[in-house]
């Protein structure tokens, strides 16, 4: 069988130096906001290039508190895609914020940025693009779009630790970055996790606060905040795992360069790397007009797919918005993302590749 993701070769690889962490942590006695977390706020900001970074208990509240700190709230609307995890709508909505819906690109899969200006109003506070995939959005007209609009541009990098556009690192581009590290991404810990990015000091310091109950001190509270904490046996994990994601994400691009050129024949679609982009493939996702008659074909010979997303935002139950997204409603159902873990061999990437083609030519 071949897996969609491996745990279990992760841990022989760096098994020991977690346990070592983690129990190190133990030992300690400092469960919360301890050194850990204060070290890896800094040794993961330094990384993307950031000044600051704040620990917080998941990507989907890192993204609600970068709403909130930038006072966005009701009457106030965000521009965003539909074609993501909800916890992107999510953190505009639980603000009390409407989403604004931009198609996405059919190339790209990511934000339609030429779309974006036509769906800009009075109300419009901020930009939501999403670095989907990995893959990052092509921000510098992005960015001047939002300057002309004085909007502010929150950066939802959840799935893209390490991707870079033009040189730089996603996540330090906007006003604010937001990263998750729950256990499948590029850089996750042993349950869930986030993390903000800004150069902002005021944003940090306020963010600082939000995350402990808006404390200024220990029982000293500011504003009404939220108990959002990275804790310290995460932390120190993914202390461990930080130094290994450079590496792992050159794995991941190794083997999404094998498919490409395996496959190169095969009647699907393969991902598109932009010459502005660093692509880290946190998710290798093609597209095939017989999507589902292909991941029953894939399982069948012992290959475990998954489809990232089937219902866009718009359609689901919790909005029901009615919304013109053709290239989005078109793509949930053709996409399937493939196995491309930084632990797939390279006779495991032909095998997938040989059963797609097999697949094709039948």
Not at 54 to 76: C, E, H, Q, W, Y
Not at 100 to 113: E, K, S
Request: with cysteine; charged share 25%; hydrophobic share 40%.
């Amino acid at each position: 069988m071949i897996t969609f993701i491996d745990f279990k070769r992760e841990f022989a690889e760096i098994g020991d130096n977690v346990a070592d962490a983690m129990l190190a942590v133990q030992k300690s006695g400092q469960f919360i906001l301890g050194e850990n977390v204060e070290q890896f706020e800094k040794e993961f900001s330094r990384y993307t290039g950031a000044k600051f970074g704040i620990g917080v208990n998941s990507g989907s509240d890192a993204l609600f508190l970068a709403v909130k700190a930038l006072g966005i709230s009701k009457g106030d609307e965000v521009i965003t895609v539909s074609h993501t995890m909800s916890a992107t709508v999510d953190a505009i909505s639980r603000n009390g914020a409407t989403p604004i819906f931009v198609d996405v690109d059919p190339a790209t899969f990511n934000m339609d940025v030429a779309k974006i200006e036509a769906k800009i109003s009075d109300k419009t506070r901020a930009i939501i693009p999403v670095h989907l995939y990995g893959n990052p959005v092509n921000m510098a007209p992005l960015l001047k779009i939002a300057q002309e609009h004085n909007l502010h541009v929150v950066e939802d990098a959840c799935q893209a630790h390490g991707a870079e556009y033009c040189g730089r690192q996603v996540g330090n581009i906007g006003d604010v970055g937001c990263f998750s590290f729950y256990p499948t991404k590029n850089l996750g810990g042993y349950g869930d996790g986030g993390m903000l990015t800004t150069s902002n000091r005021e944003l940090a310091e306020k963010l600082v606060k939000m995350r402990n109950y808006g404390q200024s001190s220990r029982y000293c509270q500011d504003f009404v905040g939220v108990n959002s904490r990275l804790d310290e046996i995460q932390a120190a994990i993914l202390r461990v795992k930080l130094r290994k994601l450079d590496e792992w994400n050159e794995r991941r691009r190794k083997n999404a360069r094998l498919y490409n050129e395996l496959m190169s024949e095969a009647h699907v679609t393969i991902p598109l790397e932009r010459e502005y982009a660093k692509h880290v493939y946190h998710l290798y996702v093609i597209t095939s007009k017989e999507r589902n008659m292909l991941q029953k074909y894939l399982m069948k010979k012992g290959i475990q797919t998954l489809i990232h997303y089937p219902i866009p935002v718009h359609k689901q139950n919790a909005y029901a918005i009615r919304e013109n997204l053709p290239v989005t409603e078109d793509l949930c159902g053709r996409i399937l993302s493939l196995p491309i873990h930084p632990w797939l061999q390279e006779d495991e990437v032909k095998t997938v590749s040989d059963c797609i083609s097999e697949y094709c030519r039948n």
